[in-house]
């Protein structure tokens, strides 16, 4: 595609419902990225697969949180019995490479989510 | 542990000033420096980056150049536009596409 899609642009959740996240990354794109965003912050990691492989998902902030890309395109995160902490942008972005130098990471629009 | 810190924000200035935004870093060994910048409604996207010592990266009026004796990256422009206006964040990075650490953003404001 033209660009990082993700859905819903915003989303507001009760305390304690689950929600999931989607991303669109670039066609072709074997890396992406999910990361967390605090109002007023930089982006925090959250987890990288390499097409379908989830090789690093150390910084999602508990077992509540869970993501997936089972086809090595499409990537869904669900954050499960949402609490108010859970508020922020949620981002996700994709890269061409998988390694081999640095590369431009190219960001979608971001998920803001709101638990009340 | 790495980390990334930016000069706070807001910084305001007249169109047609000079622009420098401070970016220092705490990381062992090399590092790749990046610059993204988010416009108002608008996804980050990457505005420049360095991936070695003495590396100048630029793109859209807008340089930086990587110091690892300052452990630096400070972005500069001659001549800010009101359209520059946005948010812009450091970033370092040391496997290669992979784990960006983030600065927490510095927003500039342009005035006409």
């Known amino acids: 595609g033209a660009g990082v899609s993700q859905s819903p642009r915003y989303k507001v959740a009760k305390r304690g419902q689950d929600v999931a996240l989607r991303c669109d990354p670039i066609s072709g794109h074997v890396s992406l990225f999910w990361y967390q965003q605090a109002l007023g912050q930089g982006p925090e990691f959250l987890t990288y697969?390499?097409?379908?492989?989830?090789?690093?998902k150390s910084g999602l902030p508990s077992d509540r949180f869970f993501a997936e890309r089972p086809e090595g395109s499409v990537s869904t995160l669900k954050i499960q019995r949402t609490q108010q902490e859970d508020s922020a942008v949620y981002l996700c972005?994709?890269?061409?490479?998988?390694?081999?130098?640095?590369?431009?990471?190219?960001f979608g629009p971001g998920t803001r989510l709101t638990v009340l | 542990g790495n980390s990334v810190t930016q000069m706070e924000g807001p910084v305001t200035l007249s169109e047609e000033a000079f622009l420098t935004i401070n970016c220092t870093y705490t990381?062992?060994?090399?590092?790749?420096l990046f610059w993204y910048v988010q416009y108002p409604g608008e996804g980050l996207q990457l505005l420049l980056k360095?991936?070695?010592a003495d590396d100048k990266g630029s793109n859209k009026g807008f340089e930086a150049t990587y110091r690892k004796e300052t452990t630096s990256f400070h972005l500069e422009k001659g001549s800010v536009q009101v359209s520059d206006s946005a948010v812009y964040f450091c970033?370092?990075?040391?496997?290669?596409?992979?784990?960006?650490?983030w600065g927490a953003g510095t927003k500039l404001i342009i005035k006409p």
């Open positions: 697969f390499q097409n379908e492989a989830q090789l690093d």
């Open positions: 972005a994709s890269s061409r490479q998988v390694a081999g130098g640095p590369s431009e990471q190219f």
């Open positions: 970033a370092l990075s040391y496997y290669s596409n992979y784990q960006l650490i």
């Open positions: 990381a062992t060994g090399y590092p790749s």
């Open positions: 360095a991936t070695k």
